[in-house]
């Protein structure tokens, strides 16, 4: 059925290349590191604080944009205003698919509403979760989030904190209640891309210290 999560995955694979969701996940490494350093060189700390997120957040829509193009004429990329036309968002299109980008607080959640994601997803699988066989025109939509953790320690669902750096990457696929019903962690299953850019740091362990050996002194039998 299409209201399950493997059918939905396998959907999305079947029009997207595997080689631009590579691409899409550096430039997001890449975006963050540049929006870091960006306001490091030029802000103090608190401006710093305030303008981080907005900055960066244009720096990936800008981005992926490039990279979608490099695949062109398979993606489709536009760029279209928001409803309350206060800001533009990325929409790039392979085949059946649609895909976004936002900033999430958390790896298991979708994004703060907007009319626009909502009307994608109406457009999209919303169809395709009342009935067994897709038909021609069904469109499948998903959610590149992104974000740092809100924890401080590290799990099975986030990365080690890092401001230069996203805590995690998925691409989500919102079902009728706009919860996530199916998602492609980027963290865990393009692991190289995470390593190219986070090393993984070789723990040390600290032996405790031998004791030392005294040596007996021979005895002088003379």
Avoid at 31 to 37: D, I, P, R, S, T
Avoid at 41 to 67: C, F, G
């Amino acid at each position: 059925m299409l209201n399950q999560a493997e059918p939905i995955i396998r959907a999305f694979w079947a029009s997207v290349p595997v080689d631009f969701v590579t691409d899409a996940f550096g430039a997001l490494f890449d975006q963050y590191l540049a929006g870091y350093e960006t306001c490091e060189s030029m802000m103090d700390a608190s401006e710093r604080h305030d303008v981080l997120s907005a900055i960066r957040r244009a720096l990936i829509e800008t981005e992926i944009r490039n990279v979608g193009r490099r695949y062109h004429p398979t993606a489709e990329v536009q760029t279209l205003m928001n409803r309350r036309q206060t800001s533009h968002f990325s929409l790039i299109k392979f085949g059946a698919v649609d895909l976004t980008f936002a900033k999430s607080g958390s790896p298991k959640l979708l994004p703060r509403p907007a009319i626009h994601r909502m009307n994608l997803f109406e457009r999209a699988q919303a169809t395709l979760f009342d009935r067994e066989v897709e038909k021609p025109g069904d469109r499948l939509y998903g959610i590149l989030i992104h974000g740092h953790a809100r924890r401080k320690k590290c799990d099975e669902d986030v990365a080690i904190a890092n401001p230069k750096f996203p805590s995690f990457a998925r691409i989500a696929f919102p079902d009728h209640d706009g919860k996530i019903l199916a998602n492609i962690d980027l963290f865990r299953d393009f692991r190289f891309v995470v390593q190219r850019y986070m090393p993984a740091v070789e723990r040390v362990e600290n032996a405790d210290p031998k004791p030392l050996r005294i040596r007996k002194r021979k005895e002088d039998d003379e």
